[in-house]
């Protein structure tokens, strides 16, 4: 299908030479030959043009069927979340035209998503945006998974005019940008720890903590940070270790060894996967004491399985989990969507899957509301978004993020050698109490 | 600017142990790196994806239920014979091109290895564990984990075995004689190709054993490949080619001035610091030849 895209434009530009090259030919017999070209040269173009905008009046929807378009990872560094996002559309498409679709106009309509391999990169992304929307006619928007890929295909959606709901972009430069057209059913990444720092301080008795922290230097850890840095200033607190680690990097084991010797109250890590894996190791290994452990990405890199008993008592952020109590009619609560992705899928759903499964929630109850399939109007309505799903409340600010949606905090906690996360605050869905301070290595 | 290091005087310990240790496991790559450089003048842009892809055999091994440090002599094993296959198949046909060339292709290797590591062993970042523990020195003050100490241990062996192999064994002395002089050492019977084979060989063995080593020292992914390729460079560039005694100091010095280069001025720095260390060392080795020339004359 790609191949196709640079076929089709090279063919264009071939053909546009030749006709420059018989202008200039021309040119010298005389203007009225000349103007005849030009003419059935225009009629074509125009030609071309009207069939184009007939193609794309089709494709949106098509008979009784809305085409979404979306760019996600199947290949490249992304291609294991990429997977999850893919799953979780693809469930929520299953079970909406199951469920009797989406009415509009009183008829109903079925979901069915047009996907391309962004290759985890995001220029690519952007290219596939462009795709989508001019040549496949594409009118509504799925978004890719990452913050910075998110970013990349924005701009395009914007200029274009397409609503996007976006469920794995959570940096928070996407909020400031003023875009209209983007909406996000998860929750900004400078609200994913800042909870700790609250607990943090409320375990201190209300007095500011000493704190640690080492982010990654990519968009979506130093959007972490900063929420740290708002919290640290709201609560008086100090921050003694600030580091940066370079995306490269695999040994934290200098920030360990001053987190050693200044002894803070609490240390926050982000940095993905690989930060959140490397941490655990250095950890245990070094046997660092801290009172408090707070980190992102525990969920995706499977934390608990990989390091089990080390990785005990750490807090990782999450945007949903399965033991919540919201519910919708298609996915019934958090724990039925949990069976039921793992009886289609195999596996258990992280988060990316379930914040995906909303976004098309989000998408059916718009155009039901809307009533209509013009873009402006479904966009409108989008925008008044205020609902209840299996995921969370999703609200949107005029900036396109999810304002009634908390992030959650769990503990990794073992039984035996068995590992799993405990959501432990918000406390209206706590499941286990936290604990606090971590015992110290020497007592484990 | 942190002066922490200056005023708790007992992380400079931490500081340098942990520095010579990272740096003894990356000298083994830069090994690799300077003979195989050495010999067939080819700078292997996919070292690091084969260490990864050495490193990924001793973690299957740990999925299966056998304990990773096996990998480091399993894994060797395995990466020889990829090695040797990859020269038969590639780098036979750039052996005596152009330097460009060479990288050019192994740089495609690199790609490719990458890709076939994501499509196989999925795009997730793993880690085995070896449960080593740690030691614990100044009452607890300095921890080194012993997966550290033995990741030196294994790369020290290894590094050893290879200088007495070069200097004891037939085809060690062929392997120098070819890096010598590769046209003299045709004419006096030396089989090259066959040298050229097992020097890609060795070389992917040697990753093979470092892989081994980073999958229960760090984490392992598809992608993080190339950091080890530019560090075994940056290591050979300083040491010198030819100069395997130089390739270990270098590597030591390096991680210890990384690691010390992250407490004083910044996590942020530690790369940065490494890269400018090297530009002021290739700046004033050029310093010294042109006085050398000019002396000359």
Same mark, same amino acid.
């Given at each position: 299908?790609?191949?196709?895209?640079?076929?089709?434009?090279?063919?264009?530009? +071939?053909?546009?030479?030749?006709?420059?090259?018989?202008?200039?030919?021309n040119?010298?017999?005389?203007?009225?030959?000349?103007?005849?070209?030009?003419?059935?040269?225009l009629?074509?173009?125009l030609?071309?043009v009207?069939l184009?905008?007939?193609?794309?009046?089709?494709?949106?929807?098509?008979?009784?069927?809305?085409?979404?378009?979306?760019a996600?990872?199947?290949?490249?560094?992304?291609?294991?979340?990429?997977?999850?996002?893919?799953?979780?559309?693809?469930?929520?498409?299953k079970?909406?035209?199951?469920?009797?679709?989406?009415?509009?106009?009183?008829?109903?309509?079925?979901?069915?998503?047009t996907?391309?391999?962004?290759e985890?990169?995001?220029?690519?992304?952007?290219?596939?945006?462009?795709?989508?929307?001019?040549?496949?006619?594409?009118?509504?928007?799925l978004?890719?998974?990452?913050s910075?890929?998110?970013?990349?295909?924005?701009?395009?959606?914007?200029?274009?005019?397409?609503?996007?709901?976006?469920?794995?972009?959570?940096?928070?430069?996407?909020?400031?940008?003023g875009?209209?057209?983007?909406?996000?059913?998860?929750?900004?990444?400078?609200q994913?720890?800042?909870?700790?720092i609250?607990?943090?301080?409320?375990?201190?008795?209300?007095k500011?903590?000493?704190?640690?922290?080492?982010?990654?230097?990519?968009?979506f850890?130093?959007?972490?940070?900063?929420?740290?840095?708002?919290?640290?200033?709201?609560?008086?607190?100090?921050?003694?270790?600030?580091?940066?680690?370079?995306?490269?990097?695999?040994?934290?084991?200098?920030?360990?060894?001053?987190?050693?010797?200044?002894?803070p109250d609490?240390?926050?890590?982000?940095?993905?996967?690989?930060?959140?894996?490397?941490?655990?190791?250095?950890?245990?290994?070094?046997?660092?004491?801290?009172?408090?452990?707070?980190?992102?990405?525990?969920?995706?890199?499977?934390?608990?399985?990989?390091?089990?008993?080390k990785?005990?008592?750490?807090?990782?952020?999450?945007q949903?989990h399965?033991?919540?109590?919201?519910?919708?009619?298609?996915?019934?609560?958090?724990?039925?969507?949990?069976?039921?992705f793992?009886?289609?899928?195999?596996?258990?759903p992280?988060?990316?899957?379930?914040?995906?499964?909303?976004?098309?929630?989000?998408?059916?109850?718009?155009?039901?509301?809307?009533?209509?399939?013009?873009?402006?109007?479904?966009r409108?309505?989008?925008?008044?978004?205020?609902?209840q799903?299996?995921?969370?409340?999703?609200?949107? +600010?005029?900036?396109?993020?999810?304002?009634a949606?908390?992030?959650?905090?769990?503990q990794?906690?073992?039984?035996?050698?068995?590992?799993?996360?405990?959501?432990?605050?918000?406390?209206?869905?706590?499941s286990a109490?936290?604990?606090?301070?971590?015992?110290?290595? +020497?007592?484990? | 600017?942190?002066?922490?290091?200056?005023? &708790?005087?007992?992380?400079?310990?931490?500081?340098?142990?942990?520095?010579?240790?990272?740096?003894i496991?990356?000298?083994?790559?830069?090994?690799g790196m300077?003979?195989q450089?050495?010999?067939?003048?080819? !700078?292997?842009?996919?070292?690091?994806?084969?260490?990864?892809?050495?490193g =990924? !055999?001793? =973690?299957?091994?740990?999925?299966?239920?056998?304990?990773?440090?096996?990998?480091?002599?399993?894994?060797?094993?395995?990466? =020889?014979?990829?090695g040797?296959?990859?020269?038969?198949?590639?780098i036979?046909?750039?052996?005596?091109?152009?330097?460009?060339?060479?990288?050019?292709?192994?740089?495609?290797?690199?790609?490719?290895?990458?890709?076939?590591?994501?499509?196989?062993f999925?795009?997730? &970042?793993?880690?085995?564990?070896?449960?080593?523990?740690?030691?614990?020195?100044?009452?607890?003050?300095?921890?080194?984990?012993?997966?550290?100490?033995?990741?030196?241990?294994?790369?020290?062996?290894?590094?050893?075995?290879?200088?007495?192999?070069?200097?004891?064994?037939?085809?060690?002395?062929?392997?120098?004689?070819?890096?010598?002089?590769?046209?003299a050492?045709?004419?006096?019977? &030396?089989?090259?190709?066959?040298?050229?084979?097992?020097?890609?060989?060795?070389?992917?063995?040697?990753?093979g054993?470092?892989?081994?080593?980073?999958? !229960?020292?760090?984490?392992l992914?598809?992608?993080?490949?190339?950091? =080890?390729?530019?560090?075994?460079?940056?290591? &050979?560039?300083?040491?010198?080619?030819?100069?395997?005694?130089?390739?270990?100091?270098?590597?030591?010095?390096?991680?210890v001035?990384?690691?010390?280069s992250?407490?004083?001025?910044?996590?942020?720095?530690?790369?940065?610091?490494?890269?400018?260390?090297?530009?002021?060392?290739?700046?004033?080795?050029?310093?010294?030849?042109?006085?050398?020339?000019?002396?000359?004359?």
């Amino acid at each position: 299908m790609v191949s196709t895209g640079y076929c089709c434009s090279s063919g264009i530009g +071939s053909s546009g030479k030749r006709a420059i090259d018989k202008l200039k030919i021309n040119h010298d017999y005389g203007g009225g030959k000349m103007l005849k070209i030009f003419r059935k040269t225009l009629v074509a173009t125009l030609a071309v043009v009207a069939l184009m905008a007939t193609t794309v009046a089709q494709a949106r929807v098509d008979g009784n069927t809305i085409t979404l378009g979306a760019a996600v990872s199947e290949t490249g560094k992304y291609s294991t979340n990429g997977k999850h996002t893919r799953n979780g559309y693809n469930l929520a498409v299953k079970r909406i035209n199951e469920m009797g679709g989406v009415t509009v106009g009183g008829k109903s309509y079925k979901f069915k998503i047009t996907y391309y391999d962004d290759e985890s990169n995001s220029g690519r992304a952007a290219q596939l945006a462009e795709r989508l929307i001019k040549q496949d006619g594409v009118k509504y928007m799925l978004g890719p998974y990452s913050s910075g890929l998110t970013k990349a295909i924005a701009p395009v959606t914007e200029e274009n005019k397409i609503p996007m709901v976006e469920a794995n972009g959570a940096s928070r430069s996407l909020f400031t940008k003023g875009y209209k057209y983007l909406f996000a059913v998860l929750s900004a990444a400078n609200q994913y720890l800042e909870v700790a720092i609250d607990l943090a301080v409320e375990k201190n008795g209300g007095k500011p903590v000493k704190i640690a922290m080492a982010f990654e230097q990519d968009a979506f850890s130093q959007d972490v940070r900063l929420g740290i840095v708002e919290a640290a200033e709201r609560t008086g607190s100090k921050i003694i270790i600030d580091d940066k680690l370079p995306k490269e990097l695999n040994d934290m084991a200098a920030t360990l060894a001053k987190v050693r010797a200044t002894r803070p109250d609490v240390l926050v890590v982000s940095g993905h996967s690989k930060g959140a894996l490397t941490a655990i190791r250095q950890i245990s290994e070094m046997k660092v004491d801290v009172p408090m452990l707070a980190m992102t990405h525990c969920d995706a890199s499977k934390l608990a399985k990989q390091h089990g008993k080390k990785s005990e008592y750490a807090l990782c952020a999450a945007q949903w989990h399965k033991s919540l109590s919201y519910s919708d009619r298609f996915f019934g609560d958090g724990k039925k969507f949990d069976s039921d992705f793992t009886n289609e899928y195999g596996y258990a759903p992280p988060y990316q899957a379930a914040e995906s499964a909303a976004a098309l929630l989000v998408w059916k109850a718009a155009f039901e509301r809307a009533n209509s399939f013009d873009t402006k109007k479904v966009r409108d309505a989008l925008a008044l978004t205020d609902m209840q799903t299996f995921y969370g409340n999703i609200k949107f +600010s005029n900036a396109g993020q999810n304002i009634a949606k908390p992030m959650v905090l769990f503990q990794v906690r073992c039984e035996g050698n068995k590992c799993e996360n405990k959501v432990v605050a918000p406390t209206k869905w706590a499941s286990a109490e936290l604990v606090h301070p971590i015992p110290k290595w +020497s007592d484990r | 600017m942190d002066l922490l290091i200056f005023q &708790v005087p007992i992380l400079m310990v931490q500081a340098s142990l942990d520095g010579a240790l990272l740096g003894i496991l990356f000298a083994l790559i830069a090994y690799g790196m300077a003979l195989q450089w050495g010999v067939m003048n080819i !700078i292997n842009i996919a070292q690091g994806e084969m260490v990864i892809l050495g490193g =990924y !055999i001793a =973690y299957t091994m740990y999925v299966m239920g056998i304990h990773p440090a096996y990998g480091v002599i399993v894994s060797p094993i395995i990466m =020889y014979f990829i090695g040797w296959l990859l020269y038969k198949l590639v780098i036979n046909r750039v052996v005596d091109r152009d330097l460009f060339i060479s990288i050019l292709a192994t740089f495609g290797i690199s790609i490719l290895t990458q890709q076939l590591m994501n499509f196989i062993f999925g795009a997730d &970042v793993v880690v085995a564990q070896s449960n080593f523990g740690t030691t614990l020195l100044f009452d607890g003050m300095v921890t080194l984990p012993n997966a550290k100490i033995f990741s030196a241990l294994i790369s020290i062996i290894f590094a050893t075995g290879l200088v007495l192999y070069m200097k004891k064994s037939k085809l060690g002395r062929a392997i120098r004689a070819t890096s010598q002089n590769a046209r003299a050492a045709k004419i006096l019977g &030396v089989d090259t190709e066959r040298v050229y084979a097992t020097t890609f060989g060795i070389n992917a063995a040697l990753c093979g054993v470092a892989g081994a080593l980073i999958s !229960i020292t760090f984490t392992l992914h598809p992608y993080v490949g190339l950091p =080890y390729t530019v560090r075994s460079f940056m290591i &050979v560039i300083i040491a010198g080619l030819g100069n395997l005694p130089g390739v270990a100091l270098s590597g030591m010095g390096l991680g210890v001035f990384e690691e010390f280069s992250d407490y004083i001025l910044g996590t942020e720095f530690r790369v940065g610091s490494v890269f400018t260390l090297l530009v002021l060392i290739l700046v004033y080795r050029r310093f010294r030849l042109s006085r050398k020339r000019e002396y000359l004359e």
